[in-house]
Every structure is written in structure tokens, then in C-alpha cells.
């Protein structure tokens, strides 16, 4: 087995006999005297990319190895995204590709995860117009995946229900993608309803594992060398681990194990930002200053329109005590561009938010009518020419914003976990500080995986240069 691949100590009744068949999935493959491959691809959020990790762990555990492109694979597991439709076309037209490998070798097993194909009408579409995917599972059955290759290995009939359970599948094995980077689901699912948003169809109702299994998971990932541990859950302040434990609790609960490694979450409704939370940031050093507080729009009449529970003021107040406690956070947000509806002046709203913010970064999106939704029925669809220069508008503004936020750090010397070596130039290593600027400097990649002191030197809109010290 890699070694980047952990096996939790706690398996509960849901897990332990799907276990038991990718132990005979392994058998299987044992009697033949293969070691197949296994090609996961993976699209969406970072929800997505930690169900991705259990994906290849249990691969891992039927004795598969990893394969470096599908074609290479006996087993591709898709695992799609639905928040916005050119996520769902993306999906659609790499899954149309995996044809000509199961034309090539009909023994391939082909199966699609993920938040597409937790819509019926989508595993629907792929039960009937491609013929060579042998199954779908939704994200509430990731553990059933096993089941399912066994039953495409013996021969048995394509499956495209879905489960509709929603349970936590505790101990579920782990392969890592990476050794110093970490997710770590803390809840699944969603209650919140934004009229725009697919997520609570596709993800369920709001369910947080136990603290105690959460705390055990962090304490074998940092004994396994992780130093940068993101929190993971649709809306992480709505956390509730037993006993009154909310997120700030798990988080201070987290810092104090042994070791040396920063702690983050994602994400954050601005509703449930709690003040606790906040005073946790400012007050645990292992906690990294960054909060993502996604606004989505800056107009009062827009986000009672969106249901997202808050106002303006209500979210402006919540960013003056978070800037009060932790005075060199980083805030960053997430903005839709035409909702239904939305006016100039709504629009100048939302600018005229980003600018008393100040975000260091703004993720923005062009508003996408997901069937289902609230604010897919409603009229006043907003025409993409519109909204097309609106959002041109607003990458204007925010890079702008984000360059000038980035001078901060100029001259100052911050401590960076090394991650990578660059993409464009193998002598030059790309790291993230506290605040998580993504960070470029010369250095040698034996650093991968370490902390690093680099006096910062410039900056550009997205990313900060620097010197190793
Ligand atoms: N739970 C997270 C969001 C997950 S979806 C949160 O509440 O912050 C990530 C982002 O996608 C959202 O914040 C929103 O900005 C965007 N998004 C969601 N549905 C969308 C849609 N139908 N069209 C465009 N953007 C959408
Ligand atoms: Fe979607 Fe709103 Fe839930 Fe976020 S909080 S996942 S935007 S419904
Ligand atoms: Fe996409 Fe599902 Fe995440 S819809 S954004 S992968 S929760």
C-alpha cells in the first residue's frame, strides 16, 4: 500500500462491511494475479477533493494502484460538481471521452460520483445516453463504492440509483494526496437554502461528525506529517460535535494537539460567524488569519432575494469586529454576478461593498440557473451580455483591490510552508504564509513539506515574490 494511505481507527457499521467487500474486490483481483489501475478525476469544490481522498483509499484497499491518465485505467471513478451548469458540461464532455477506452478494453469499469449524478434526472441521462458507464453513486454513498465494482467485476447489472441516506460513513480509508496538506471534514450537507443553490439538494441536510473522531482523524494526520489542516463543511460555523461543542471549541480542542502545523476552515456563512469564532482566530496562533465570508451581493434587496439571512450592515458589523480582533486577517469572499433580477443599483451595491471591505480576494461568478432552485423559476433573468460586462467590471475593481492589499506584506518577513515546486521554473518553490498568499522564491526542492522563514520582496495581484532568509 502507499504510504500516503491511512486507515482510521474508528469504523462504524456503515463503513465496516463495505470494507469487507473491497477486501474481496482485492481477493478477486489477487486470484487473477493483477495490480489494476485506478484514474479518479475530480471537479468542484474542496468537498469534492476530500471525497476524492476516500475514493482512492478504497481503490487503494481493492488493489488498485494509481494510474497517471485514465487511459492507463481498469477503474475511472468521475467525480462531478453541480454548482453551476458549466461544471455539469465540463463532466459531461470528459465522461463522453471515457468511451473510446471502454471501446478499447470493455473490461474498464466506469463510474460517476459526485453532485451531478445526485440529481435523478442526471443519473438518469447516464443511464440512458452512456451505455459504457457501468454505475453512479451519490455523495452520500461514497462508501458503497466497493459494493458496486464488485458487482461490475461478477458481471452484475449497472446501477443508477440513488441512496438518498445521507448518513456519515465513519472510517472510510484515506489516500492523500498530499502529505503536508490536509482536508478534514467536519459536517456534511447543507440547511441553508439559498435560493440560487444546488448544494442542499445534492449534499443533504446539515450532519456533523463527533468531535472525538474528528480530533482522532487530525491527530493521525499530523503523525503522518501534516501541516496545514483545513476544516472542511458547507457552512463550518453551524458545526455541532455533542456536548456544545461548536466550531471555535473544536478548533481550540484541535490546537492543542502536539506538533507544529496551521489549522483552517472552510467555509463560512456570514449568518453564523460567530463572535467565538473571531475570538478564536485572534487568540490561537495555530489558527491561520484568514476568514472566507462569502457576501455574494452587497444589495440588501438582492440578498433577500438570494435568502441569505443577513443585511449589508448586519455583514459590515461582523467585518469591523473580525478586522477589530485579528487586525491583519485576510478576508476573501465569494460574489454572483445577475442574480435574477439584480438592477445597476444593486450592482453598484455590490462594488460599492467591495470597496469598504477591502477583500484580498473575490471569487465572483456569473449567476447559472440551476433547475430545482427557487431563483431559477423567477423572472427577470438577467441577459448574459449584461452580466458579462458587469463581471468584467468587478475583476477590475477586485484585482485592483487584491494588488493593494498584497503591498502589505512587502518587506516583511513571513513564515511559509513550502508546497510545490513551480509550474514555469523548476529552481523556483511556491509556498503559502499566514495569511495565505500563495508566495514564489528561489530554493531547493528537498524544502517540499517544510516551514521556511522568506522576506517578502514584491507582489502581484494574486501572488507575492520573496527571498528564502
Ligand atoms: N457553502 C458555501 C458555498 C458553496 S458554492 C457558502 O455558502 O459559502 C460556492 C459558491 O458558488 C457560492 O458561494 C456562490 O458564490 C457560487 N454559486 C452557488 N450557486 C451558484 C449559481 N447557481 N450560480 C452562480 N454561482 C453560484
Ligand atoms: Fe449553497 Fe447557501 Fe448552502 Fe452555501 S450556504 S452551500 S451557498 S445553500
Ligand atoms: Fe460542486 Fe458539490 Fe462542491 S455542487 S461546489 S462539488 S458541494
Not at 451519490?138 to 441516506?165: C, M, N, Q
Not at 452587497?298 to 433577500?304: E, F, K, P, T, V
Not at 465569494?334 to 451595491?349: K, L, N, S, W
Amino acid at each position: 500500500m502507499t504510504d500516503n494511505f491511512i486507515q482510521s481507527k474508528i469504523i462504524d457499521d456503515v463503513t465496516a462491511p463495505q470494507l469487507a467487500k473491497a477486501e474481496a474486490v482485492a481477493s478477486l483481483h489477487q486470484k487473477n494475479g493483477v495490480t489494476p489501475k485506478y484514474f479518479i478525476q475530480t471537479f468542484g469544490c474542496q468537498q469534492n477533493e476530500a471525497d476524492s481522498e476516500r475514493l482512492a483509499g478504497l481503490c487503494t484497499m481493492m488493489g488498485y494502484e494509481p494510474a497517471s491518465s485514465p487511459a492507463e485505467a481498469k477503474l475511472i471513478l468521475c467525480n462531478t460538481c453541480a454548482v453551476r451548469e458549466h461544471a455539469e458540461k465540463k463532466a459531461l464532455s470528459i465522461i463522453g471521452q471515457y468511451k473510446h477506452i471502454k471501446d478499447a478494453d470493455p473490461s474498464v469499469i466506469i463510474g460517476v460520483g459526485g453532485c451531478m449524478v445526485t440529481q435523478q434526472a442526471r443519473a438518469d441521462k447516464l443511464k440512458m445516453s452512456y451505455p459504457y458507464v457501468s454505475f453512479t453513486f451519490d455523495t452520500g454513498a461514497i462508501h458503497t463504492v466497493p459494493t458496486l465494482v464488485y458487482e461490475a467485476l461478477t458481471g452484475g447489472k449497472r446501477r443508477f440509483v440513488l441512496s438518498d441516506e445521507w448518513k456519515i460513513s465513519e472510517g472510510l480509508p484515506i489516500t492523500r494526496s498530499s502529505r503536508h496538506q490536509a482536508w478534514l471534514s467536519i459536517m456534511y450537507g447543507c440547511n441553508n437554502f439559498c435560493s440560487y443553490c444546488i448544494v442542499p439538494y445534492v449534499r443533504g441536510r446539515e450532519r456533523s461528525r463527533k468531535a472525538e473522531d474528528i480530533i482522532e482523524e487530525a491527530r493521525q494526520l499530523i503523525a503522518g506529517g501534516a501541516k496545514d489542516i483545513t476544516l472542511l463543511g458547507q457552512n463550518v460555523n453551524s458545526y455541532k460535535g455533542g456536548d456544545g461543542c461548536d466550531i471555535a471549541e473544536l478548533m481550540h480542542r484541535i490546537c492543542a494537539l502536539d506538533g507544529d502545523f496551521r489549522l483552517r476552515f472552510m467555509t463560512s456563512h456570514p449568518k453564523d460567524a460567530s463572535d467565538r469564532l473571531i475570538e478564536a482566530m485572534a487568540s490561537e496562533e495555530k489558527i491561520v488569519k484568514h476568514f472566507h465570508l462569502p457576501v455574494q451581493s452587497g444589495s440588501d434587496r438582492i440578498l433577500a432575494e438570494m435568502n441569505r439571512k443577513y443585511t449589508r450592515d448586519s455583514y459590515l458589523e461582523k467585518i469591523a469586529k473580525l478586522k477589530a480582533a485579528v487586525p491583519d486577517v485576510s478576508i476573501t469572499s465569494d460574489i454572483i454576478v445577475g442574480f435574477p433580477g439584480e438592477t445597476d443599483e444593486d450592482f453598484e451595491d455590490t462594488l460599492s461593498m467591495m470597496s469598504e471591505v477591502r477583500y484580498d480576494m473575490v471569487f465572483s461568478f456569473i449567476y447559472s440557473p440551476r433547475s430545482g432552485t427557487p431563483a431559477a423559476k423567477m423572472e427577470n433573468q438577467i441577459p448574459r451580455e449584461v452580466s458579462s460586462a458587469r463581471m468584467e467590471r468587478l475583476l477590475a475593481l477586485g484585482d485592483g483591490i487584491s494588488k493593494e492589499r498584497n503591498q502589505r506584506f512587502v518587506g516583511r518577513t513571513l513564515r511559509v510552508l513550502v508546497e510545490d515546486v513551480s509550474k514555469y521554473d523548476s529552481t523556483t518553490l511556491t509556498g503559502r504564509g499566514n495569511p495565505v498568499r500563495p508566495i514564489h522564491f528561489k530554493g531547493d526542492k528537498s524544502l517540499i513539506g517544510q516551514f521556511v522563514n522568506v522576506k517578502i520582496t514584491g507582489n502581484e495581484t494574486f501572488c507575492l515574490n520573496g527571498e528564502l532568509v
